[in-house]
């Protein structure tokens, strides 16, 4: 048990070793001979010590259900038209979300039929993602069930987080915590952030970028006509023009975007890349209205319209409008990340001034560090010599643990910060099972070797059990609790993987050379 050969050994220092090299980079910048192939992390400081702001968004589902009820109706008309029957009143009734329409007369089962091959099931679930019955007034309705309703809300949410991800990324914001809440809501963290106001732009802007053609014969000030709508002017929102509401090409075929000037005005603009779909589409729009404006969109606003001059085949464009370098690169990063989509609304929004983490973190420290030392006084009052050897497996731990903090990249917030000052106590707890075996053993009368033997391997079921019941413990705490509950349970997990490591091993380690050394003829314990 208390043997150690020279592999053994040297794994044991080598683990250690790598512990403080991964914790270097939370003292220093990196140096230059840092060896490439070893990770540079730090441990982030969390919303409540380093500032920055906190957002609580929900997603409209509203407008996903509007959303989906015109989508919805676009492919019934597809669906009539291409089987050659014909229809009166298609319309979308938001009261009661259905797609109504009348077939005309001697159609209604050939029209009820084809529609229902609209019907598709949600992944997995015998459950359909549409309903087609006929009305008692032979009129036919298109409603979606509430449960694929909340599953496709459950989807606008997954896919709002990840493109809040890409949009926070691109702007360079360190470490954001984007999680969601509830059914319908999403939590954003972001730390030490210089410019709230640029991010919850970036957040909340839903970028749905359209290509829409300008009907010029639209006279202003009058009803826009049938298939057109009036959407102004984003730099003028009381100027006005007339587009056709058919979308000739969809925001959603961009493949890149990027700012840049343009080398014969000097103008800031967005140059984007269409992919084989949308440069087809563009292509083909382009070429039958050479002569026409074709009007650029951007979340109902037009951003710009220009005339077509020739047939735009490459599948590349550009957009210019007045940007200054700032608005070309978010409205750059907002088409790379893609459309959130439905809007967003801030439920709550708070800020952390740097100055209260600061406080945050003094106080922190303080309560770590009296700690660490009363442990360390309590260990070398009550068992002397291994007490010692116990507290350099303490130091040891907290340097593993953060290490391996460091190496996730984690973030420390304040629960955290209580998560390491408990975790201290949980590794003094095992080498306190630990000494009192052996004081134990030798009471019983065991030579000092038996005693060691016998205490270390008598303390291990104990000290294996209590950690791996509250390691399961935390898992649990980590995986449905709320962001700080999960900062406490990180810091935990990673103390009791570090206290079993330094209780059993390192310590062990210490006393076997000790006692190699020495060969005591009794035990100071």
Not at 164 to 180: C, E, F, H, Y
Request: proline share 6%; hydrophobic share 45%.
């Amino acid at each position: 048990m208390l043997y150690f050969g020279r592999a053994k050994t040297f794994g044991i220092l080598l683990v250690c070793g790598l512990g403080v090299l991964l914790s270097l980079p939370n003292l220093w910048a990196r140096p230059d001979w840092w060896p490439g192939f070893m990770p540079w992390n730090q441990v982030h400081l969390g919303l409540d010590l380093k500032g920055g702001s906190y957002l609580l968004l929900q997603i409209d589902t509203n407008a996903i259900q509007k959303q989906d009820l015109n989508s919805l109706l676009g492919e019934a008309r597809q669906t009539l038209l291409k089987v050659g029957l014909g229809y009166k009143d298609l319309h979308v009734d938001l009261n009661t979300h259905q797609v109504r329409l009348t077939p005309l007369d001697g159609q209604a089962d050939q029209a009820l039929k084809a529609l229902q091959g609209l019907i598709t099931y949600l992944p997995n679930s015998p459950t359909a993602s549409l309903v087609v019955a006929q009305m008692p007034d032979g009129s036919i309705a298109l409603s979606i069930p509430a449960q694929a309703q909340i599953a496709r809300d459950a989807q606008a949410v997954q896919q709002a987080i990840t493109i809040i991800q890409r949009r926070i990324d691109g702007s360079g914001v360190l470490n954001p915590q984007i999680q969601r809440q509830g059914q319908d809501q999403i939590v954003v963290q972001l730390p030490g952030i210089s410019d709230p106001g640029r991010v919850k732009t970036l957040i909340g802007t839903t970028a749905h970028m359209t290509f829409q053609m300008v009907d010029s014969s639209a006279a202003p000030g009058q009803p826009a006509p049938l298939g057109d709508e009036w959407l102004p002017m984003s730099d003028n929102p009381q100027q006005q023009m007339a587009v056709q509401t058919q979308v000739a090409v969809d925001g959603a075929s961009l493949e890149n975007a990027q700012a840049s000037t343009d080398p014969q005005t000097g103008e800031w603009v967005v140059n984007f890349t269409l992919n084989a779909l949308g440069a087809r589409e563009f292509a083909d729009t382009t070429a039958q209205n050479v002569g026409k404006l074709f009007a650029i969109v951007l979340d109902g606003k037009i951003i710009e319209a220009p005339v077509i001059r020739e047939p735009i085949t490459g599948g590349q464009g550009q957009i210019s409008g007045n940007f200054t370098p700032q608005s070309a690169t978010d409205l750059a990063l907002l088409l790379r990340a893609g459309a959130l989509p439905a809007p967003l609304n801030i439920v709550e929004e708070q800020s952390v001034g740097p100055e209260l983490g600061a406080d945050a973190i003094r106080a922190g420290a303080i309560s770590l560090g009296v700690g660490f030392v009363f442990v360390l006084f309590f260990m070398a009052l009550f068992y002397g010599l291994f007490g010692w050897f116990a507290n350099v497996a303490l130091i040891a731990n907290l340097v593993l643990m953060l290490a391996i903090l460091s190496f996730m990249g984690a973030t420390l917030t304040l629960p955290g910060m209580a998560g390491i000052l408990l975790t201290l106590g949980m590794a003094v707890d095992a080498n306190i099972l630990i000494n009192e075996r052996v004081r134990e053993e030798v009471k019983n009368g065991r030579k000092p070797l038996a005693a060691l033997e016998a205490g270390y391997k008598r303390a291990y079921g104990t000290i294996i059990d209590s950690n791996v019941t509250t390691l399961l413990a935390h898992i649990t705490l980590f995986i449905f609790g709320s962001p700080p509950v999960r900062g406490f349970a990180v810091t935990i997990c990673a103390g009791i993987v570090t206290t079993l490591f330094t209780a059993t091993v390192v310590v062990r380690l210490i006393t076997s050379r000790w006692y190699a050394a020495r060969r005591p003829a009794a035990l100071p314990v």
